[in-house]
């Protein structure tokens, strides 16, 4: 991706649907023999790599513009593929439906990843709680059941997937689960609602308790995904760093309240327009202090991004990571454009020297990709982003969306 660097961003980005409740929701139509029919699914890498996880296993898929239609009658498979697996982290969440439908999955132990070790110790206690058996062979978990049975889980923190995947193998199981220290991310509520349009009966979403009670089975069900909190956030932070003016079509504002408040912190006015939320920078951006919290703290998911945008502020930022123990991947290449940041423990301390300048650099994760475009749109000069693959995976057609708010932004094959 070559970006040239210092064009405010004025004009209309249209939000897609959530990355993060269109996997689970895709792998929940596991759930049923009946169809699903999903709108507002996003076109990324990762929703393409969960629909050939589902075709693997012998479920039918039909893909028209962002709808999808599912249908699982031909489960034929426990079993998820290794080179799928390997390539998505999220790919553990067909545990659950697997182990509901057919009390058995076996899946690769996912490796560490760019932001950290990540382990899914939490998830297989979680089944094993139900009553299943797990076993660890040739690096694939096997979790097998004679039957599963509702049980009370407490999480010692919470775990997004993890409690998707809980949600997911308790809806059909005998009895009563109760999750408690739960995660409450929207996109987990997003699953509960799904799983409730199919027949399920999970109450508390959305709070620390989840109460799911199984059900004998799930029908088929029509849903619209709701729009991503990260993409949306991920152009207002655009539009601060390029002092730009920009209308946001679809933003999910009340699950970005503590990132608009420290956008508005920043410098930024970002406020209701006909339905719609116009972002507008004015004035230098301003230093903030920022620690990443699950739900309903700051995501970590936009850690990155908010360090971008310091590294245009004056002054001294000091930004915490708590979710993840290594995501600050980005510093360095940040580092190369010229930015001042110093990390000790999970704190990155910035700073801010006013701007940044091009430089060639490399994408390591999804996120820290986007931090990069952000330090490219505002930096003097050019900026060479390669290994833009990443980008892909969390962000439908970026630089089409930026180009139309004013970017000068390509990409070229390497
Ligand atoms: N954890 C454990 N054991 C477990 C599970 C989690 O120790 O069994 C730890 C993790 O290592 C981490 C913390 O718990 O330190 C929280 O991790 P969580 O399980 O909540 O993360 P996740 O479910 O693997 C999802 C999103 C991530 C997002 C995090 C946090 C999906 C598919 N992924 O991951 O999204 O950062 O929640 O909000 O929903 C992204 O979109 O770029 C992304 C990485």
Do not use: W
Not at 88 to 112: F, H, W
Not at 285 to 293: A, G, H, I, S
Not at 335 to 361: C, F, N, T, Y
């Amino acid at each position: 991706m070559i970006i040239e660097g210092g064009q405010r961003l004025i004009g209309e980005i249209r939000v897609g649907g959530a990355k993060n409740a269109a996997l689970p929701l895709l792998l929940a139509a596991l759930l049923t023999d009946e169809e699903v029919i999903l709108h507002n699914v996003p076109d990324l890498r990762d929703v393409t790599t969960v629909e050939k996880l589902l075709e693997s296993l012998g479920v039918a898929i039909t893909r028209k513009g962002s709808d999808a239609v599912i249908n699982a009658r031909g489960l034929n498979a426990i079993e998820a593929p290794y080179d799928l697996v390997k390539t998505m982290r999220a790919s553990v969440l067909v545990m659950g439906p697997l182990l509901s439908r057919r009390l058995e999955s076996k899946v690769s132990l996912p490796g560490g990843c760019a932001i950290g070790t990540r382990p899914i110790n939490l998830h297989l206690n979680g089944f094993e709680a139900l009553g299943a058996k797990i076993s660890l062979e040739h690096g694939d978990i096997h979790a097998k059941a004679k039957k599963l049975k509702g049980a009370a889980i407490d999480f010692p923190i919470p775990t997004v997937t993890g409690t998707e995947n809980l949600m997911m193998a308790a809806c059909l199981a005998k009895g009563e689960t109760v999750i408690e220290n739960a995660a409450r991310e929207p996109e987990v509520v997003e699953l509960g609602r799904f799983i409730n349009a199919m027949g399920g009966d999970i109450s508390g979403l959305g709070t620390r308790t989840l109460t799911i009670r199984g059900v004998s089975e799930l029908h088929g069900a029509e849903y619209s995904i709701m729009p991503d909190r990260v993409e949306a956030a991920t152009y207002m932070a655009a539009a601060g760093v390029t002092q730009g003016n920009i209308l946001l079509k679809g933003v999910p504002v009340a699950s970005l309240k503590a990132v608009i408040d420290k956008l508005v912190e920043a410098g930024m006015e970002i406020k209701e327009e006909n339905g719609n939320t116009r972002c507008l920078m004015i004035g230098p951006v301003r230093n903030v202090d920022v620690k990443t919290m699950p739900y309903p703290g700051f995501p970590t998911d936009m850690q990155a991004q908010l360090m971008a945008m310091m590294c245009f502020a004056t002054g001294l930022s000091v930004i915490s990571e708590t979710v993840f123990e290594n995501r600050f991947m980005h510093v360095g290449e940040l580092k190369r454009m010229g930015a001042d940041i110093h990390v000790e423990g999970h704190s990155a301390i910035i700073r801010g020297k006013g701007g940044l300048s091009g430089a060639p650099v490399m994408a390591t994760d999804l996120r820290a990709s986007a931090s990069l475009v952000i330090a490219g749109l505002a930096a003097h000069g050019t900026t060479e982003i390669s290994r833009i693959y990443h980008l892909d995976r969390g962000y439908e057609k970026m630089e089409e969306k930026l180009q139309s708010a004013g970017a000068v932004i390509r990409r070229v094959r390497e």
